[in-house]
């Protein structure tokens, strides 16, 4: 049971707007930035986004983030063949015996 | 350009011990945080923990504390991650990434630890 909760799965068709939440707690989401990661089939994951809302370089901007209160979003628009894949959000949890990177359970995106 | 290459596959028995390790090129090691994260076959991301490798000062995650050890040698440009005793549940691909400003820009490929008797 991961500490942030992803819908296990999405979808859409090409040229279409996908939108995957994040659902946290007041002890990680919503006292520190959240980043997303893509992890193509077979390969290490890549950073999508940081900082909430923000495109490392080479980032499409198809792809954005955006953050309220203890809840995230990823949305992809102008969906694509090749971003099938999974998403994982991540935010650092201040918990009572330490802090930890905490990542959501992760969603499965498929371009039908 | 900064590199992270992790070492080889392995198999193990229960039991066993193991140390996996993780070699930087092409930026200053001892600046940056390094964390390992495990990727159980079919199943999310774990962050197990973080080291850095100018100090060796080594956090680790609540769920990972006691069962794995965090390491790193400056003068190879190596981090490692350890078990003294492997088990079936360790088996897993681990990451190592790189923490910056950004976050885990730079990963490692991945090395993939298979515990079976």
């Known amino acids: 049971q991961s500490v942030l909760t992803q819908p296990p799965s999405a979808s859409g068709t090409p040229g279409q707007r996908v939108i995957i939440s994040c659902s946290g707690s007041?002890?990680?989401?919503?006292?520190?930035?959240v980043n997303w990661y893509q992890q193509l089939p077979g390969t290490a994951p890549k950073l999508l986004i940081y900082?909430?809302?923000q495109r490392p370089s080479g980032v499409p901007d198809r792809f954005s983030g955006s953050k309220s209160g203890t809840s995230a979003s990823l949305a992809i628009s102008g969906l694509q063949s090749e971003d099938e894949a999974d998403y994982f959000c991540?935010?650092?949890?201040?918990?009572?015996?330490?802090?930890?990177?905490?990542f959501g359970g992760g969603t499965k995106l498929t371009v039908l | 350009e900064v590199q992270l290459e992790q070492s080889g596959a392995e198999v193990k028995k229960p039991g066993e011990s193991l140390k996996i390790s993780c070699k930087a090129s092409?930026?200053?090691?001892?600046?940056?945080?390094i964390a390992w994260v495990r990727q159980r076959p079919g199943k999310g991301l774990e962050w197990m923990g973080i080291?850095?490798?100018?100090?060796?000062?080594?956090k680790y995650s609540p769920s990972f504390q006691g069962h794995v050890t965090i390491s790193a040698d400056q003068s190879l440009f190596a981090a490692y991650l350890q078990w003294t005793s492997l088990k079936a549940s360790d088996t897993a691909m681990y990451y190592c990434?790189?923490?910056?400003?950004?976050?885990?820009?730079?990963w490692g490929q991945g090395t993939l630890v298979t515990v079976s008797s």
């Open positions: 990434t790189r923490l910056d400003t950004r976050g885990y820009y730079y």
């Open positions: 092409g930026y200053s090691f001892t600046t940056y945080w």
């Open positions: 080291i850095y490798p100018g100090d060796s000062d080594t």
């Open positions: 007041s002890s990680n989401i919503g006292s520190n930035n």
């Open positions: 900082s909430n809302d």
């Open positions: 991540a935010t650092w949890d201040d918990r009572l015996n330490g802090p930890d990177v905490v």
